[in-house]
C-alpha cells in the first residue's frame, strides 16, 4: 500500500505532472482570452498566476519546476530561429521601403533602449533592474536572451515586455492618430516596434498591411536590439 | 515537421557557434534568425522546408516563456519595491519610441515619395 503511495507521489513530482500543470494552466489562460477579450488576461500571465502560488503553497522549490519543464523552455531559442521564416513571409510588403523601415525601427530602438535605462537609472535602478528593462520592447525569448547576457533576469524581462506590450497596444493607436500618423506602414511599424506581438494585435485589427508590418518590425527590432544593447550596457 | 525541425535546429547551433566567436555579443538565436531568414531570401534554404514547423513553433510561442516567467518567484519583494521605477521607465519610454517609429516612418515615406512626383 505504501508503494502505491509513494508511486503517485513520484508521479506528482514528475515531468508529466508539471508538464501538465503548464499546458493546463496556460490552456486556462487562453480560453480566458478568447471568452472575456481582457487584453490583461494574457495565456502568460494567466499561467504565472496560477504556477507562481501554486509553488509557493506545495513548497515545490522553482529549481525543480524549471528542471521538469526543461523541454518548454528549450523551444525558446528555435522560435527566436524560426522567427526567421516568419519575417521572410512578410517581405513582399517592404519592397521599395527597406531603408526606411531599418532607419525608422534603428531610432526607434535607440529612442526606447536609452529611455528606458536614462529613467530607470534616474529613479536609482540597480543594474539587475536595469538590465531587465532595455529589451522590453522586443519579443520575450530575444528580451529573455538580452537581459540573461547583460546582468539581467530573465523572468522580469518577460513580465516587463508583457507591460510593455499590454500598454502599447492600449495606447498606441491613440498616440498615432494625436500626431497625426496616416500611413499604414508608419502605424504597424510604430506599433510592433514598441509593443511586438501585443502591438502586432492591435496593428492587425487596424489592416492586413498595418499587421504584417507590425510583424515584420517585431523582428527587426529584435535584431537592433540585440545589436545596440552591448554599447549602452556600459550605463547599465 | 522533420526537415523543418532540423534546419531550424541547425541554424539555432550555427548561430549559437557564431554567437561564441563573438564572445555572446548577440544571442545565438537571434544570429540564427537572421541567417535563416536570408538564407530563405538567397533560396539556399526552400520556404516550403521550413513553412509548417516554423508555424506551429512561433503560433504557440508564448507557452515556451513560462518556466523562465514563473521564475519571477523569487523576485516578487524587488518587484514590488520598484514599481514606480518600472511603470515609469516602461511607460514614458513606449510612448517615445512608437512616436518616434511612426513619425520618422510617415517623414521618410513622404520624402521618397515626394522625390518621386
Given at each position: 500500500?505504501?508503494?502505491?503511495v509513494?508511486n503517485?507521489?513520484?508521479?506528482?513530482?514528475?515531468?508529466?505532472?508539471?508538464?501538465l500543470?503548464?499546458?493546463?494552466s496556460f490552456?486556462?489562460g487562453?480560453?480566458?482570452?478568447?471568452?472575456?477579450?481582457?487584453?490583461?488576461?494574457?495565456?502568460?500571465?494567466?499561467?504565472m498566476?496560477?504556477?507562481?502560488?501554486?509553488?509557493?503553497?506545495?513548497?515545490i522549490?522553482?529549481?525543480?519546476?524549471y528542471?521538469?519543464?526543461?523541454?518548454l523552455s528549450?523551444?525558446l531559442?528555435p522560435?527566436?530561429?524560426?522567427?526567421?521564416?516568419?519575417?521572410?513571409?512578410?517581405?513582399e510588403?517592404?519592397?521599395g521601403?527597406v531603408?526606411?523601415?531599418?532607419?525608422?525601427?534603428?531610432?526607434g530602438s535607440?529612442?526606447g533602449?536609452?529611455?528606458?535605462?536614462?529613467?530607470?537609472?534616474l529613479f536609482?535602478a540597480?543594474?539587475l533592474?536595469?538590465?531587465?528593462?532595455?529589451?522590453k520592447s522586443?519579443t520575450?525569448?530575444?528580451?529573455?536572451?538580452l537581459?540573461?547576457?547583460?546582468?539581467g533576469?530573465?523572468?522580469?524581462?518577460?513580465?516587463f515586455?508583457?507591460?510593455?506590450?499590454?500598454?502599447?497596444?492600449?495606447?498606441?493607436?491613440?498616440i498615432?492618430?494625436?500626431?497625426?500618423?496616416?500611413?499604414s506602414?508608419?502605424?504597424?511599424?510604430?506599433?510592433?516596434?514598441?509593443s511586438?506581438?501585443?502591438?502586432?494585435?492591435?496593428?492587425?485589427?487596424?489592416?492586413a498591411?498595418?499587421?504584417?508590418?507590425?510583424?515584420?518590425?517585431?523582428?527587426i527590432?529584435?535584431?537592433?536590439t540585440?545589436l545596440?544593447?552591448?554599447?549602452?550596457?556600459?550605463?547599465? | 515537421?522533420?526537415?523543418?525541425?532540423?534546419?531550424?535546429?541547425?541554424?539555432?547551433?550555427?548561430?549559437e557557434?557564431?554567437?561564441?566567436?563573438?564572445?555572446g555579443?548577440?544571442?545565438?538565436?537571434v544570429?540564427?534568425m537572421?541567417?535563416?531568414?536570408?538564407?530563405?531570401?538567397?533560396?539556399?534554404v526552400?520556404?516550403?522546408?521550413?513553412?509548417k514547423?516554423?508555424?506551429?513553433?512561433?503560433?504557440n510561442?508564448?507557452i515556451?516563456f513560462?518556466?523562465?516567467a514563473?521564475?519571477?518567484v523569487?523576485?516578487?519583494?524587488l518587484?514590488?519595491?520598484?514599481l514606480?521605477?518600472?511603470?515609469?521607465a516602461?511607460i514614458?519610454?513606449t510612448?517615445l519610441?512608437?512616436?518616434?517609429?511612426?513619425l520618422?516612418?510617415q517623414a521618410?515615406?513622404?520624402?521618397?515619395?515626394a522625390?518621386?512626383k
Open positions: 500500500m505504501t508503494n502505491i509513494e503517485i507521489g513520484m508521479l506528482l513530482s514528475g515531468e508529466v505532472f508539471f508538464l500543470l503548464t499546458l493546463g490552456l486556462l487562453v480560453l480566458l482570452y478568447k471568452r472575456t477579450k481582457i487584453p490583461l488576461l494574457q495565456p502568460l500571465l494567466v499561467s498566476i496560477i504556477i507562481i502560488p501554486f509553488l509557493k503553497i506545495t513548497g522549490e522553482y529549481q525543480v519546476f528542471e521538469k519543464t526543461r523541454l528549450f523551444m531559442g522560435s527566436v530561429v524560426a522567427l526567421g521564416y516568419v519575417l521572410y513571409e512578410q517581405i510588403h517592404i519592397r521601403n531603408i526606411s523601415i531599418l532607419t525608422s525601427v534603428f531610432v535607440l529612442v533602449i536609452l529611455s528606458v535605462v536614462l529613467i530607470a537609472k536609482g540597480d543594474r533592474l536595469t538590465a531587465s528593462l532595455a529589451p522586443v520575450t525569448p530575444i528580451a529573455m536572451n537581459a540573461e547576457n547583460t546582468g533576469v530573465p523572468s522580469l524581462a518577460a513580465v515586455v508583457v507591460i510593455c506590450g499590454l500598454f502599447g497596444g492600449l495606447v498606441g493607436p491613440l498615432l492618430r494625436r500626431i497625426g500618423v496616416k500611413s506602414i508608419a502605424k504597424g511599424l510604430a506599433l510592433g516596434s514598441a511586438h506581438a501585443l502591438g502586432t494585435v492591435k496593428a492587425m485589427e487596424m489592416g498591411l498595418e499587421g504584417a508590418i507590425s510583424g515584420l518590425a517585431i523582428g527590432m529584435g535584431v537592433m540585440a545596440l544593447i552591448p554599447f549602452v550596457e556600459r550605463f547599465f | 515537421m522533420i526537415k523543418g525541425t532540423f534546419f531550424i535546429l541547425l541554424f539555432y547551433l550555427l548561430g557557434i557564431i554567437s561564441l566567436l563573438l564572445n555579443f548577440i544571442p545565438g538565436s544570429i540564427g537572421v541567417l535563416l531568414f536570408l538564407s530563405l531570401l538567397l533560396k539556399i526552400r520556404s516550403e522546408w521550413l513553412k514547423t516554423a508555424t506551429v513553433i512561433t503560433r510561442m508564448a515556451f513560462v518556466p523562465a514563473v521564475g519571477l523569487a523576485y516578487i519583494e518587484l514590488s519595491n520598484s514606480v521605477t518600472i511603470f515609469s516602461i514614458i519610454s510612448i519610441t512608437i512616436i518616434v517609429v511612426g520618422v516612418q521618410l515615406e513622404n520624402k521618397i515619395g522625390r518621386k
